[in-house]
């Protein structure tokens, strides 16, 4: 024989719950991933650090160019779109004196690649190499450039045109001198680099 149960007050609360209220709770937590006010903060905290740090490496206020210095090379990379092409040059220290040696790579989609080897000195940009590839080709035909001729003065405004010229790379010689310290010290890496893995991680969230 089956006796009747009086539910409590407590139990009955409880029965009384919408089923999908556990779900709707669920939910309501998952939504705090990729929290907008959190990732805003966090970006604008990463752009600060690494304003603050490109003022104490005497980058330019008005440098045309994204820096990429990675501690665990020897060289620095600066990056920028320009119309349809994208740049990136990449610097490294040479034995020369108060010079950086710099390969300019422009790309276009659908066109190929051009590069332009040149020195940095204290008042000038030199080219002295160019290669160019084609799209979906592994062949890169690489030339040598006379210097002071026609072909080398031409390199020189056609980079220059894009940003490359005295005023935007002339700082490049302290900057990698100093890196090649930190390099050499292998100092701690910057707090931007751990802000910014933290913002991708409240991305994922």
């Known amino acids: 024989m089956l006796r009747s149960v009086s539910v409590g007050a407590t139990a009955r609360r409880f029965l009384s719950i919408p089923r999908d209220s556990a779900v709707v709770s669920h939910r309501r937590c998952s939504a705090v991933s990729g929290d907008p006010s959190l990732l805003g903060a966090l970006e604008s905290r990463i752009k600060a650090t690494e304003l603050n740090l490109m003022k104490k490496r005497g980058v330019p206020a008005d440098l045309p160019f994204t820096i990429q210095d990675d501690n665990k090379h020897c060289h620095v990379m600066l990056t920028r779109e320009l119309g349809r092409e994208k740049i990136e040059v990449t610097a490294n220290l040479v034995h020369e004196p108060e010079c950086v040696r710099i390969n300019v790579s422009i790309s276009k989609e659908k066109k190929g690649k051009l590069s332009v080897g040149a020195n940095v000195f204290a008042g000038e940009i030199l080219a002295d ?3 160019f590839c084609e799209p979906d080709s592994y062949y890169v035909p690489s030339l040598r450039v006379e210097a002071k001729g026609e072909l080398q003065g031409a390199l020189n405004d056609f980079v220059k045109a894009r940003g490359v010229e005295i005023s935007s790379v002339g700082f490049l010689y302290k900057y990698m001198v ?7 010290k292998k ?7 751990d802000l910014k893995k933290f913002r991708k991680f409240v991305e994922n969230w």
């Open 178 to 184: 100093s890196k090649r310290r930190r390099w050499s």
């Open 129 to 131: 190499r160019i290669s």
């Open 187 to 193: 100092t701690p890496r910057p707090k931007a680099d």
